[in-house]
């Protein structure tokens, strides 16, 4: 019943920053469509799991940057320069982590593109 309920939790979580945060609706959008490409594409699985690392860092990233940021703004309604940090750096762990997958991307996927695409369902 704690499982249930503490899936429950995440998926309200989830739900919650999908609604809330542009950013969060468009990374999800951009990981499914790449997912989709990635499992389309003759990966290896060293590849798929690497895109699905990547990909997952910038969603984890996202939503702990959306729960600093929540959590200073219930703690701090007025500005303060450390409400401003807090906020600057939480929304830098995102930028770094989606640097990262962009660069993990351009490399796996750009590599069969320009090598040419084996498409899974062909030999």
């Known amino acids: 019943m704690r499982l249930i309920e503490s899936l429950r939790h995440a998926r309200e979580g989830y739900a919650f920053s999908l609604i809330h945060e542009r950013n969060m609706r468009i990374h999800t959008t951009i990981a499914v469509i790449i997912l989709?490409?990635?499992i389309v594409i003759d990966l290896?699985?060293?590849?798929?799991?690497l895109m699905f690392l990547a990909i997952t860092l910038v969603i984890v990233s996202e939503l702990l940057n959306t729960a600093i940021e929540k959590t200073v703004d219930l703690a701090m309604p007025n500005q303060h320069p450390l409400a401003k940090a807090a906020k600057d750096c939480a929304a830098a762990a995102v930028l770094v982590c989606a640097l990262f997958a962009i660069a993990v991307g351009f490399?796996?996927?750009g590599d069969h593109i320009i090598g040419g695409i084996t498409w899974r369902w062909t030999s």
């Open 107 to 109: 490399i796996i996927l």
């Open 36 to 38: 989709i490409i990635a």
């Open 44 to 49: 290896s699985a060293i590849e798929l799991i």
